[in-house]
């Protein structure tokens, strides 16, 4: 049985994005306290301690079966401002995927979290898997990310 305080007591910001139909759920605010440094070790902390959050942003009422998540945090890493921790359905906890990271990088720069650069947006993201290289085509007249590349 699920305590009401434990797992409704705090609010998330997100924004739901998908990448050629494959959906995200990114969580941008509320999550900043995980435990670890590197992406890595709060992909474990989160695994092991909190998987409670993955059910709420995916199940039933409020996701579905094909959802997926990512929660967005600022990286330790000398390289990387920003990184993320994919949770998907099953308990799955990936150290890196493609779509997911469209849409994370996407969400970031649209945003403003990332200062968009006209025509082209040059970073990196950390992930559990490490450092990811991101070159993203954007249009600033429209606030919009046209292309991702990694």
């Known amino acids: ?7 409704f007591s705090k609010q998330f910001e997100t924004i ?18 995980v435990h670890g440094v590197t992406m890595a070790e709060k992909r474990t902390y989160l695994m092991e301690n909190m998987d409670y959050i993955r059910k709420i942003l995916l199940l039933e009422p409020r996701g579905y079966p094909c959802q997926n998540a990512d929660i967005v945090f600022k990286s330790q890493h000398k390289e990387a401002e920003w990184g993320f921790v994919i949770l998907e359905q099953g308990k799955i ?3 890196m995927s493609g779509h997911n990271t469209i849409c994370v990088v996407t969400a970031l720069i649209e945003t403003g ?5 006209d025509p082209l947006t040059q970073f990196k993201v950390e992930v559990p898997g490490g450092l990811i290289d991101i070159r993203a085509v954007c249009d600033s007249k429209k606030n919009k990310v046209t292309s991702v590349t990694f």
Not at 2 to 7: G, Y
Not at 23 to 30: E, F, N
Not at 113 to 117: A, D, F, G, S, V
């Open 113 to 117: 979290r990332i200062p968009m650069q």
């Open 16 to 33: 739901d994005c998908h990448c050629c139909g494959e959906p995200a759920r990114v969580v941008v605010s509320g999550l900043e306290n």
């Open 1 to 7: 049985m699920f305590s009401s305080t434990k797992i």
């Open 93 to 95: 906890y990936p150290a």
